[in-house]
């Protein structure tokens, strides 16, 4: 959730780490900070609440000048959003500076013996714990210090410490919570969360795992586990530039992912469909295709968006293949002893490849002897290092909080998942041609839906100030129901359900009044007379309906007060469709009532903590 940048080189360091600290602000946060070492051995910081231009403000009444430091955007869980408890947090000695994403567990009982050692606490995170820890454990040398620390601490961390005895010399560790290491140019390095926070000075990063510690100095780094080891990793290329995180013109992020989807699919599919046998060619499920014919259960894992991407998934993957599906919440499956015989198969969908709970149930999936593949978007996360196989999304960057893109490529991998497994099993040629070609014009549909997004604006009009919403849908557009719902309670702060059509009138009926509008998701398919009963029930208790419906529907006009036509493709793919409106419904009412859509309240982009 939270996020950290670190630089050591010859260029102004505040300038670096704040910029990186600009690039995370997707992230989530409410306060931020900055300290910096200098060669007099003596550090310095400035902390700030509040958004990263009340930091700004306070850098430039107290200018900071240094070429090593470290930053921090903090997303509060000990402690309430404050100076004293945003990052870095300083030593009791004033010796050494610490920024920290993830949780430390068994903080408490150290903070309590640091007590009875007299140590007073100026904060009330979990963080001060690991800064007085290292002040107490150092004896002269500042990396067997972080070590020694490192080696008592109980949870999740990624974390960079400065320390001023040795102003030229950064260190960085990780054990849950992403962390990778920047190369630049002329003995420069970069520490960062996300490379999103570095990509405007080097392409060229190393990824840590779990476990890795890493010294850097001027003169070069190097990379050790908690416990000394000497480790090697690979410098990887990042995969997209700084223009790709940007907003290319468009007011916010989310509306530009929300128009990027098409080319994001495109990109997702490309050279992935075989067109003439009617099937998919995964890479990164080649290692597990004997696996793959005969397995008799897959489990689909995951957390929000990914999670109703998952539930689409569940219903490509029986209907084409055959093969019993459940999807579990991933915040709930590692604590409840899933069952896992020989034959089952799990995958894993997460965008940033970090979320925390995701990551323990591939851990827990593969302790119990399961073979896991991940579907991720981020290259070089911790997911996609740690799965069995996978598949990447390549979608590109997402940095609205409200994933969009991400949602339409995972359901467009497990399509393509879906058809392979089909084709392996019971799918015809001719079926699988057909499904293929279904598949590819896609993109082009949506780029049709995108067209209506003034019309969607005047709609949301109408209903920005509502306080409840209730979306329904059937079958397919179930998930979509329940994706739509999110996205509006994510970015609008409006409360929103989203439940199977059917399940309307056992319950949520109740609620049904003219100041409650419904979203009905109803295309023209085979089960479109059973929703038309659902909309009828609505209608005659005063409901206000906004139906998205395919273009060769007219029954509809008579009943709601609001239709949005969508393109008619496979009942299957439906939902890559259907979600877009929604989108940009939920977009628009949250833009109306003045909301701040890249950065919604309380949220984070990426959970990496439980």
Known sequence: MCGIVGYIGSRDAIGVLVSGLKRLEYRGYDSSGVAVAHPNKTLELEKATGKIVELEKKLKEHPLFANIGIAHTRWATHGVPSEANAHPQVSFDGKFMVVHNGIIENYVQ????????????????????????????????????????????EGTFGLAVLCADEPETMIGARRGSPLVLGLGSESEYFLASDVAAIVDYTQKVVYLNDDDVVVAKRTGYEIMTVSSHTVNRNVEEIEFDADAASKGGFEHYMLKEIFEQPEALRNTMRGRLLFADGSAKLAGLDANRLELRNLNRIIITACGTSYYAGMVGEYLIEDLAGVPVEVEYASEFRYRNPIIKPGTLVFVISQSGETADTLAALREAQTKGATVLGICNAVGSTIARESNGGVYLHAGPEI?????????????????????????????????????????????????????????????????????????????????????????????????????????????????????????????????????????EIKARGGRIIAVTTEDCTELSDYADDVIYVPKVNSMLMPLITCVPLQLLAYHIAVLRGNDVDQPRNLAKSVTVE
């Open 110 to 153: 150290i903070k309590n013996k640091l007590k009875s050692e007299g140590v007073e606490f100026k904060s009330e995170t979990d963080t001060e714990v690991i800064a007085h820890l290292i002040a107490k454990l150092y004896k002269g040398d500042f990396k067997s210090a972080v070590l020694a620390t490192l080696n008592k601490l």
């Open 400 to 536: 609205g909080v409200a994933s969009t893109k991400a949602f339409s490529s995972q359901v467009t991998v497990l399509a393509m998942v879906a058809l392979l497994l089909g084709r392996e099993r019971r799918v015809s040629a001719e079926q699988g041609i057909e499904f293929a070609h279904a598949i590819a014009k896609i993109p082009e549909q949506i780029e049709e839906i995108l067209k209506l997004s003034d019309k969607i604006r005047e709609i949301a009009k109408k209903y920005v100030n509502a306080h409840n919403f209730l979306y329904l849908g059937r079958h397919y557009n179930y998930p979509v129901a329940m994706e739509g719902a999110l996205k509006l309670k994510e970015i609008s702060y409006i409360h929103a359900e989203g439940y199977p059509a059917a399940e309307m009138k056992h319950g949520p009926i109740a609620l049904i009044d003219e100041n409650m509008p419904v979203v009905v998701i109803a295309p023209k398919d085979s089960l479109f007379d059973k929703v038309l009963s659902n909309v009828r």
